[in-house]
C-alpha cells in the first residue's frame, strides 16, 4: 500500500508535466512564488488515489502552474516518529493568487475535494508559504527557479 500513494504522487507529477502551460497572468509572473505544503494522516489510500486522479485529470496545477516539488513520503527520518500514513506534499506556485485560484476553483471545491471528505480520506492540513530567494553563498552552485511570463 504504501507505493501506491508514491505511485499516485508520481502520476500527478508526470501529469503535471505532459499538460500543455497555459498564457501566465502578468500580476502573478511579477509577485513571488510560494509553496502549499498539505501534510497530515492518510486516512483512505484508495480514496486518496482516486482524488489525486481527478486533480490530474482535471489539470488545475498546470492551469494554475503549480508543480509538485517532492514525493510525499520521507526517505528519511532525522527527529520525531511519523505513522507509515504520513504524508508531506509540497506544490509550488508562481504566488498566492495562483494558489488560491486552484484551491477556490469550482472544479476543486465542487467536484474533487469532496473526494476526499464525508467520511474523510486524510486528515490534513493546508498551509501556504512565501517562497525565499537563493542566498548569495548558493549563487553558481544551484539555479535560481523563476517562473516566465509569455
Not at 65 to 77: A, E, R, T
Not at 118 to 146: C, F, I, R
Request: hydrophobic share 40%; net charge neutral; proline share 5%.
Amino acid at each position: 500500500m504504501k507505493s501506491y500513494l508514491f505511485a499516485a504522487a508520481t502520476a500527478l507529477s508526470l501529469s503535471a508535466c505532459m499538460t500543455a502551460t497555459p498564457a501566465t497572468d502578468q500580476a502573478a509572473c511579477q509577485s513571488e512564488a510560494v509553496i502549499m505544503v498539505v501534510s497530515g494522516e492518510t486516512l483512505d489510500r484508495v480514496r486518496m488515489g482516486q482524488y489525486a486522479k481527478a486533480i490530474a485529470d482535471a489539470g488545475i496545477y498546470p492551469k494554475n502552474q503549480g508543480y509538485y516539488l517532492n514525493i510525499p513520503k520521507p526517505i528519511d527520518i532525522f527527529e520525531g516518529d511519523i505513522s507509515d500514513n504520513h504524508a508531506t506534499l509540497m506544490v509550488r506556485f508562481p504566488s498566492l493568487k495562483a494558489a488560491r485560484a486552484f484551491w477556490n476553483s469550482e472544479v476543486y471545491q465542487n467536484e474533487i475535494k469532496p473526494l476526499r471528505l464525508n467520511p474523510s480520506a486524510g486528515d490534513y492540513t493546508v498551509t501556504v508559504y512565501k517562497e525565499l530567494g537563493l542566498p548569495d553563498y548558493m549563487k553558481g552552485q544551484v539555479s535560481q527557479s523563476k517562473y516566465t511570463c509569455k
